[in-house]
């Protein structure tokens, strides 16, 4: 792999740095001679389709498995292109690029469920694209369940285990040839495995990437269209974006930033006239077979933990890294009854609109639990709304928001940080000022409680 690394701040070098892996070197070169480097180096995937591994919980599927199948239907068709450009062959656009989700647990009901979700959000999702090859790989992708004791939980092991084989590179992928080949078999069935970038994605990605024996990219924000499937991330805490090129032709395993491939809901029309996808059940013994490989490192305890909700949240509030608002709370809101009036605004805002976040100082307080924890060493966000709240607005914070389209800051110090990179700031008191914000959101949605 190549990494291109262009820092954002401060701007205006015209150098980027190549870092060569085999080499271990860091080379300076012009910006010209980097991109170069990158589209020469870049090899499309010899796969065909692309695997995606839903998240699912209680039988309802996450919206962050959305945006990992349009980063995946992005990555083929860019994949594609750039293949065909070279060739003789029809035009990419002209070719479907299927689609398989895989489903995982150990409940039959919620996995079916969850199935049945996944078959007509994903069909209304790729037969509304206005990609060509995304619109017609709909009738080609499907839908595959996979059942047993210990895929569920969200326990990583005998998922990994079961993505490596159905990639043909797992222990037991030589036995019955994988109905998720997508391809039909060959060392690289997929040119993609994807995966929402969550704790779920973060999980059990990075494992069976090293039982496939590839590498991983992990936080993607971008695919380019015009250079084989490079795919971008951001790193040191989002002061640099990294372009990764792919110098063979296997599989991409990556996870997917679902705020970064935001996918709109379709119009009634378009789901009733798009069929759902047919859901097929790997058979009992393949993944059997693939479970009994995995190690039996872990098993499940138990749950706990407050949700993006936090101090009693609701249960109608999304995950954090996929909502489209934010609203998070500093160390300065005091108590937790001082923090669960962001969950009060934060619900202004309707159900599954708007999350809960906070600060590390505030969860360090013991206002609010480690999973609703923004920055560098917590969540990454990116919405569009960010409402910081008592924040003063420190870099570790900001490192995890920054990329936030709009951001609102509320302070009683008109000197915080927070200020610098706010869109929108008022200085004043929290307590004043967030019983009007909540009553002037709820009227904007019409007095709805």
Request: charged share 15%.
């Amino acid at each position: 792999m190549i990494f291109d690394l262009l820092s954002l701040s401060p701007p205006g070098p015209t150098h980027r740095f190549t870092l060569a892996l085999a080499q271990k070197k860091i080379y300076k070169l012009p910006r010209a001679q980097t991109a170069a480097a990158i589209a020469s180096s870049s090899v499309p995937p010899s796969g065909q389709g692309a695997l995606v591994l839903a998240e699912h919980s209680s039988g309802q599927l996450s919206p962050a498995t959305l945006s990992a199948v349009a980063a995946a239907s992005q990555l083929l068709s860019s994949a594609a292109t750039a293949s065909s450009s070279s060739s003789s062959s029809s035009p990419a656009s002209s070719r479907p690029h299927p689609i398989t989700v895989l489903v995982a647990g150990d409940d039959a009901a919620g996995v079916a469920s969850a199935a049945a979700a996944a078959a007509s959000s994903v069909a209304a999702m790729l037969s509304s694209s206005a990609n060509p090859a995304a619109a017609a790989s709909a009738s080609s992708s499907r839908i595959i369940t996979a059942i047993h004791p210990r895929l569920g939980h969200g326990l990583a092991e005998g998922l990994a285990q079961l993505v490596a084989d159905l990639c043909g590179a797992g222990s037991s992928s030589s036995g019955s040839g994988s109905n998720g080949g997508g391809s039909g078999g060959g060392n690289a069935p997929f040119a993609a495995v994807a995966a929402p970038g969550s704790t779920f994605g973060r999980n059990v990605l990075p494992r069976a990437a090293a039982l496939a024996s590839r590498d991983m990219v992990s936080d993607v924000i971008a695919v380019d269209p015009g250079n084989s499937g490079t795919l971008t991330r951001p790193v040191y805490a989002g002061a640099a974006l990294e372009t990764v090129a792919f110098g063979d032709g296997g599989a991409r395993f990556f996870t997917a930033r679902p705020s970064a491939f935001p996918v709109a809901a379709p119009d009634a029309s378009a789901s009733s006239s798009s069929p759902p996808l047919p859901v097929e059940a790997l058979p009992a013994s393949e993944v059997e077979a693939a479970i009994s490989a995995a190690s039996p490192a872990a098993s499940w305890l138990g749950d706990s933990g407050g949700g993006s909700g936090g101090g009693g949240g609701s249960p109608d509030r999304p995950d954090l890294g996929a909502a489209r608002v934010v609203v998070a709370g500093g160390r300065a809101l005091a108590d937790t009854a001082g923090f669960a009036s962001i969950g009060s605004l934060a619900d202004a805002f309707g159900p599954g609109v708007a999350a809960v976040g906070a600060s590390r100082a505030a969860v360090d307080a013991g206002l609010a639990p480690n999973e609703l924890q923004v920055g560098q060493t917590g969540r990454s966000v990116a919405p569009d709304l960010y409402v910081a709240v008592g924040i003063s607005g420190a870099a570790q914070h900001v490192a995890g928001m920054r990329a936030s389209k709009c951001i609102v800051a509320i302070n009683t110090d008109g000197d915080s940080p927070i200020f610098s990179v706010a869109d929108y700031g008022l200085v004043g008191d929290w307590r004043e000022a967030l019983p009007k914000l909540e009553e002037a959101v709820r009227a904007r949605r019409g007095g709805a409680k």
